[in-house]
């Protein structure tokens, strides 16, 4: 399939809605959960998730139900989950992966990531002031929540804190990790900085296919 | 299990004296850096001197150049600390305000027989073969690495 191809099966709205719960789940979904959280039959549930598994957005595994093992356990259920293969269609053609490569190439080399770390910190406060700008009274949470949603993080509550389930520079962070996840750091540290947000703070807690940066309740009540 | 393991070397040059207020970050955090080293999955062994911690006190290439030198089962164990493991990530990430950039190759991987405890001359001559040759089965980096040696071809040898 062509990457435009694969874009295209997630026109159908419905469809779309499926892979979008399915992508936010940390482990796979069967068709019912997947049906029960669209609002859905499962029936046309289990149509659109094979569509997206053959398009190759989500993978299936098979798994028996969590406590049943051995012969009498029944049939293992297919379970979906986000792939980890990434598409990128543009119109016209353009690269800004190559170009953002070349460029982390180079400031690791001449050791610029100060000016990086610096440069991504203000970029993340004037989102973040926007943010806060945009909606006043939203509590802390919601306001961070929002923000890291609408730009691809995949935000979801992990105790008094909040995981980030994605990672927006993936592939650059897997070959210059230092450089990618301090600027990415220092984003998220702007962010919240931005927005006012005291109530969290941002730390480096790398965990196997999330983002490396986890929001912790900020520990400043003199605990 | 290959019978062989990893070995790595880095060397990075200071950009003050360890004893100056602007490496005290780095001189505070090799400690329980290194202490998390130690118990890390794959961690077989790491180069120390007796006179700082780690081995900051070693000048094997010069008065401000200071060395790294560790041992590991497998190339994941030694990925899964340097770059999976928060504190260990954060550490790197503020390597700019301690060192200064190379515009050379300062991190060096190979392969040795399990058991061997590489010197620092087999180190550095490692890094010298990077430097010259570029990344090859005798001295790689985490970008381009190399498999373990087969070892029928050492028999053969």
Same mark, same amino acid.
């Given at each position: 399939?062509?990457e435009?191809?694969?874009? =295209?099966?997630?026109?159908?709205?419905? @469809?779309?809605?499926?892979?979008?719960?399915?992508? =936010?789940?940390?482990?796979?979904?069967?068709?019912?959960?997947?049906?029960? $959280?669209t609002?859905?039959? @499962?029936?046309? $549930?289990?149509?659109? +998730?094979? @569509? %997206? $598994?053959?398009?190759? %957005?989500?993978?299936?595994?098979?798994?028996r *139900?969590?406590g049943?093992?051995?012969?009498?356990?029944?049939?293992?259920?297919?379970?979906?989950?986000?792939?980890?293969?990434e598409?990128?269609v543009?119109?016209?053609?353009?690269?800004?992966?190559?170009?953002?490569?070349?460029?982390?190439?180079?400031?690791?080399?001449?050791?610029?990531?100060?000016?990086?770390?610096?440069?991504?910190?203000?970029?993340?406060?004037?989102?973040?002031r $926007?943010?806060?700008?945009?909606s006043?009274?939203?509590?802390?949470?919601?306001?961070?929540?929002?923000?890291?949603?609408?730009?691809?993080?995949?935000?979801?509550?992990?105790?008094?804190?909040? @995981?980030?389930?994605?990672? *927006?520079?993936?592939?650059? /962070?897997?070959?210059?990790?230092? &450089?990618?996840?301090?600027?990415? %750091? /220092? +984003?998220?540290?702007? &962010?919240?900085?931005? /927005?006012s947000?005291?109530s969290l703070?941002?730390?480096?807690? *790398?965990?196997?296919?999330?983002?490396?940066?986890? +929001?912790?309740?900020?520990?400043n009540?003199?605990? | 299990m !290959?019978?062989?393991?990893l070995a790595e070397l880095? #060397?990075? !040059?200071?950009?003050?004296?360890?004893?100056?207020?602007?490496?005290?970050?780095?001189?505070?955090? #090799?400690?329980?850096?290194?202490?998390?080293?130690?118990?890390?999955?794959?961690f077989?062994w790491?180069?120390?001197?007796?006179?700082?911690p780690?081995?900051?006190?070693?000048?094997?290439?010069?008065?401000?150049?200071?060395?790294?030198?560790?041992?590991?089962?497998?190339?994941?164990?030694?990925?899964?600390?340097?770059?999976?493991?928060?504190?260990?990530?954060?550490f790197?990430?503020?390597?700019?305000?301690?060192?200064?950039?190379?515009?050379?190759?300062?991190?060096v991987?190979?392969?040795?027989?399990?058991?061997? #405890?590489p010197?620092?001359?087999?180190?550095?001559?490692r890094?010298?073969?990077?430097?010259?040759d570029?990344p090859?089965?005798r001295?790689?980096?985490?970008?381009?690495?190399?498999?373990?040696?087969?070892?029928?071809?050492?028999?053969?040898?």
């Amino acid at each position: 399939m062509t990457e435009i191809s694969v874009i =295209a099966v997630l026109e159908d709205p419905v @469809r779309r809605r499926l892979y979008d719960y399915v992508a =936010a789940q940390g482990s796979g979904v069967s068709r019912t959960e997947a049906a029960a $959280a669209t609002g859905i039959g @499962r029936t046309l $549930a289990a149509f659109h +998730l094979d @569509r %997206l $598994a053959e398009a190759g %957005l989500v993978e299936v595994t098979f798994a028996r *139900p969590a406590g049943r093992s051995g012969p009498g356990a029944g049939r293992p259920a297919k379970l979906y989950r986000r792939a980890t293969t990434e598409h990128q269609v543009s119109v016209p053609p353009r690269d800004y992966r190559a170009a953002a490569e070349l460029l982390a190439e180079v400031v690791d080399v001449t050791g610029a990531e100060p000016e990086l770390q610096r440069a991504a910190r203000s970029r993340g406060a004037a989102a973040g002031r $926007a943010a806060r700008q945009q909606s006043l009274v939203l509590p802390d949470d919601d306001l961070v929540s929002n923000s890291l949603e609408a730009q691809g993080y995949q935000p979801y509550r992990d105790g008094g804190g909040m @995981r980030l389930r994605n990672c *927006p520079f993936h592939l650059l /962070a897997d070959r210059h990790p230092p &450089l990618i996840c301090g600027m990415n %750091l /220092a +984003l998220l540290e702007g &962010l919240l900085s931005g /927005a006012s947000v005291t109530s969290l703070s941002a730390r480096l807690d *790398p965990r196997p296919g999330e983002c490396c940066v986890v +929001l912790e309740e900020s520990k400043n009540n003199g605990d | 299990m !290959t019978g062989y393991h990893l070995a790595e070397l880095n #060397i990075g !040059t200071a950009r003050a004296p360890v004893n100056s207020p602007e490496m005290a970050g780095f001189m505070a955090g #090799i400690v329980p850096v290194n202490a998390l080293a130690d118990t890390a999955p794959g961690f077989v062994w790491r180069l120390q001197d007796g006179d700082g911690p780690g081995a900051t006190a070693l000048r094997p290439c010069g008065p401000d150049v200071m060395v790294n030198m560790s041992v590991w089962e497998d190339l994941e164990s030694l990925r899964d600390f340097v770059y999976r493991n928060g504190p260990h990530l954060d550490f790197m990430r503020r390597r700019r305000s301690w060192f200064h950039p190379m515009a050379v190759p300062y991190l060096v991987l190979w392969w040795v027989p399990a058991g061997h #405890i590489p010197g620092l001359d087999e180190a550095l001559s490692r890094l010298d073969l990077l430097r010259r040759d570029g990344p090859g089965p005798r001295a790689f980096t985490f970008h381009d690495p190399c498999p373990p040696p087969v070892p029928a071809a050492e028999a053969a040898r």
